[in-house]
């Protein structure tokens, strides 16, 4: 039983490390927060975590006396100034998954926004669209803190979910009455409770005045 406890505990050890160590090189730009933008290649990890510096590096051509040279440029820069970065037309963000207890997440994760508002919305890790792959920004969470569906926590909706998106008074008050859409337990297939969140996030997005 030792044995495989240890084996256990190794895997779920190693899979925050896997994500982070999986980085690849992409054409790209990233933006500031300061609004600043900056093309070149991108070594980032889309399908994971990431380290908290994400180095672009640009090549710039230059004549000068009837030669050609090539100057390149290495810029790394905090995840905490960078507002995207976008790829094939794709925007990308960094976000802090939580998946556990006690404030566990994966840290600078690579998402891109499938529903929903930046305060408001369903995610996706990587061009999968695999439920496995979904995040979710609670209304009344930190901008940068995402939840995964998967997380214990959210199997069931023992108040959390009034409180998160009580702000919104008629997503409230169904939420209250148990109307059917409005909650599930432990037996909700998983497919019917990401059906239900992206529908919460659309009606609180939707709230207008009620919010």
């Known amino acids: 039983m030792k044995l495989k406890t240890s084996g256990l505990l190794l895997v779920i050890f190693l899979l925050p490390i896997t994500m982070l160590y999986s980085q690849q090189k992409y054409e790209g730009t990233l933006v500031s927060k300061f609004g600043e933008s900056h093309k070149g290649i991108i070594q980032v990890n889309l399908n994971g975590a990431n380290d908290e510096l994400i180095e672009i590096v640009s090549t710039e051509k230059t004549k000068s006396k009837g030669t050609t040279q090539t100057v390149t440029h290495s810029l790394k820069m905090n995840v905490a100034i960078i507002k995207c970065i976008i790829i094939n037309d794709t925007t990308w963000y960094f976000r802090d998954i939580k998946y556990d207890y006690n404030e566990k997440y994966y840290m600078n994760v690579c998402v891109r926004l499938v529903e929903g508002s930046l305060d408001c919305g369903i995610f996706q890790?990587?061009?999968?669209?695999?439920?496995?792959?979904?995040?979710?920004?609670?209304?009344?969470?930190?901008?940068?803190?995402?939840?995964?569906?998967?997380?214990?926590?959210?199997?069931s909706t023992t108040g959390w979910h009034i409180m998160a998106f009580g702000k919104c008074s008629t997503l409230r008050k169904k939420m209250q009455d148990k109307i059917s859409g409005y909650f599930w337990d432990d037996n909700t297939k998983p497919e019917d409770r990401i059906a239900m969140w992206k529908n919460w996030v659309k009606e609180f997005n939707n709230c207008g005045l009620n919010q």
Do not use: C, Q, W
């Not at 930190?142 to 214990?152: A, G, I, N, R």
């Open 125 to 155: 890790t990587g061009r999968s669209d695999e439920m496995n792959n979904t995040s979710i920004k609670l209304p009344n969470a930190d901008f940068s803190k995402l939840v995964s569906p998967d997380f214990d926590y959210y199997h």
